[in-house]
């Protein structure tokens, strides 16, 4: 069989993803017979890239996929609507994986979907190697896929290569059926994980973050049950330490530690991790931190080890109390030691934030899961946030960030549509939006600063001192720029806006008549359609 490999070369902005390079993979001698699929299920519709979530979830629960959908939901529920807008799922975990040493990462899905998720990911830097396993609907229907992405693994465990090799299934093989929990537990010494990241079944890219993580720590925490594990690259620490949940810019761990240096505790690993070992220094931490609060699935592995999980954060000047205070707690720290750690650090986030104030009204939005956290840190720093929006779902571990962002006044959406960020743009009407890319451009279409929340809010520290007055300097900035809006507000006017939009040799002139004359036709095609459902 052969196995398309796209290769990357050369700095990001030189790199091109070249042609696919086929690699002849021998048949390994430990064969086993391709298992049973619903042929029904994958022969419908459904089973296409083009249909929709409902078609494609049957296709899915019809071939044996129904209790990992079912799990999926319950770890990540949807609505008010069917989900939020975001990019396809699996790129939330194709990016873990990606930045993980010694860890092989391929795909099977659609080629459209593959390339698409390659192409992103080497945008954003990943310069790894993606490994794809093509398929049609023979293969797809007939089980030939599930052998063809065995003898992949065989062939791709080398284990002075790789500790891991992960799978993921996107829509269409996890609507078919495709069971990757057949694949062997490892292969030569290297670990094989298996997972379905269906955009039907995983709301948003940050979540897919938790299904591969969840995975690899379940691996990890088994692993552990079994005997001694590989210790961190290093050392153990001498000092209990605090295992850190979510993506986080690089200098926040380096400052929480800091912070827990008086309570007499160490920053642990952040999850989801750069390499295997790293796991068991993560299950091994006193404390689990949910830094970022959707790592519901990553949770219950960290529960199974009989570890405590604390929400929140060390953001701002009472984020940051709370969170020592919390965390202190948890690993039975004395009285005198939280006390000592709060008046060392807590004098210092005041006066950084009284240094840079932002005095604004902002309305936050985005798909990270940090929106709650950036939104306490404006308002400790001054601005008024009248509204909160997270695509991300909420759980019990970022209620504490709701209800002192409720308690001044500020509106906390999960599950946010982009129609719901663009409705709080348009009645809060705030003097900055940070958000996704369409509310950026719908607010500066509106002659209002706006600021990308992924790269450039996000991208900052946000936790202790050096959080506290890093927002202050983008923010500010960007509303300095409201008299260039103005300037150009009055200078274009409505010039290219509805029908006066495109390219235009001569002035374009409003044909009242013509509007009129079409404004009855479709009144008119209405009346009757109307008329007929009613019949």
Sequence with gaps: MNVLLPRYAGAISESVVNEPVEVELAATDAVVAPPTLNAAATKTDGLGCHAGAAELKAAASAAGKSDILDRYAADYPKGPHDQPQSMCPAFGSLRVGLRMRRTATVLSGSACCVYGLTFTSHFYGARRTVGYVPFNSETLVTGKLFEDIREAVFKLADPALYDTIIITNLCVPTASGVPLDLLPDEINGVRIIGIDVPGFGVPTHAEAKDVLAAAMLEYARKEVEQGPVQAPRGGKSERPTVTLVGEMFPADPVGIGMMLEPLGLAAGPVVPTREWRELYAALDGSVIAAIHPFYT???????????KIVGSAPVGHDGTEAWLESIGTACNVARDKIDAAKNRFLPMIKTALAAKPIDARITVSGYEGSELLVARLLIESGARVPYVGTACPRTQWSDADREWLESRGARVQYRASLEMDLAAVGEFKPDLAI???????????????????????????????????????VVNAALANQSRFDEMKEFFGDVGEGHAAGIWEDTPNENVAFREKYRKQIEAQAKKRKAEEMI
Excluded at 297 to 306: H, I, V
Excluded at 443 to 450: G, T, Y
């Design 297 to 307: 699935a990553s949770f219950r592995q960290f529960e199974l080890a009989g570890r």
């Design 435 to 473: 958000g996704t890319t369409p509310i950026v451009q719908k607010a500066k279409q509106l002659a209002i600063p706006a600021l990308y929340f992924t790269n450039l809010i996000s991208a900052r520290p946000l936790f202790g001192v050096a959080g506290a007055g890093s927002l202050a300097q």
